[in-house]
């Protein structure tokens, strides 16, 4: 999955993982992880989730990167909000209070982006990676943390076999391989998702998982 990939798919207009409301995930388990309202929170590949609105709803301060321009302006433009735009290469910065978007390329991230990170929100970032890039991700992401910063993590779960991704299953060993050697795994939750994703079910899966994953970090 090249960024022309993802570039491509924000100009088509296909942006199925996107959801019209906040992820009900995020609202559920959120709260538990404890962080402090004035803490940052890091968003990867963020896409245009509204979910970096509740984020900072709470009073968290929010990062978020996305590689599309198109994603970026979109958000802002649907939520009609007018943001101070700055190039810094190889990012362009979009910050409105608290909230601040990096257009540009997650591995291009070094980790005096992400200083005062306190948690991590991925939804649909991991496994939105073909497998050969999951750990090149998982690196880079614990490169990046702070040494005592969390993370929720919602992943789905599938026969592979079934389906070609994006989104691409990730198994529970696969989340240990990746994050074990830094992070506690919690699962909080696993659903059976399979009713609510019609789209997955037509292009051939016959189960369909959805889990939630929380992040503590080891010794802290
Ligand atoms: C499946 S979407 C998920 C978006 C978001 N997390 C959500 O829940 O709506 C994956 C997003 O990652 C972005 N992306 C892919 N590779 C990226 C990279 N290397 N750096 C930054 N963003 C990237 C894509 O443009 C896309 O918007």
Redesign the pocket.
């Known amino acids: ?1 090249t ?1 022309d ?3 491509e ?2 100009q088509r207009g296909e ?1 199925g ?3 019209p409301e906040i ?1 009900l995930h995020l609202r559920d388990w959120w709260p538990r992880l404890d962080l402090p309202a004035e803490r940052l929170v890091f ?7 509204l ?1 970096l609105l509740w984020l900072a709803s709470r009073g968290h301060r929010v990062l978020g ?4 321009p198109l ?1 970026v302006d979109e958000f802002f433009a649907e939520q009609g909000l007018t943001t101070e735009i700055t190039d810094e290469p190889p990012f362009r910065r979009y910050r409105l209070d608290e909230l601040t978007l990096l257009c ?5 991230l070094t980790p005096d982006h992400l200083l005062e990170v306190g948690a991590v929100y ?4 991991l ?3 073909p497998p050969d890039l999951r750990p090149r ?1 998982a690196q880079h992401l614990k490169t990046l943390m702070p040494d005592a910063a969390s993370g929720l993590l ?1 992943t789905l779960d599938y026969d592979q076999n079934q389906m070609t991704g ?2 691409f299953a990730v198994h529970r060993d696969e989340i240990e391989r990746l994050f074990g050697d830094r992070y506690a795994i919690r699962e909080l939750a696993t659903l059976d998702v399979l009713d609510d994703s019609p789209r997955f079910r037509q292009r051939g899966l016959t189960a369909l998982t959805e889990q939630v994953w929380r992040l503590d970090p080891r010794g802290g």
């Open positions: 999955m960024p990939y993802w570039l798919r924000w942006t993982w996107h959801l992820n968003v990867p590949l963020c896409g245009k989730t979910d990167v996305e590689i599309s994603a540009g390329d997650f591995f291009a991925d939804r649909a970032s496994i939105a990676l991700y919602i994006p989104p």
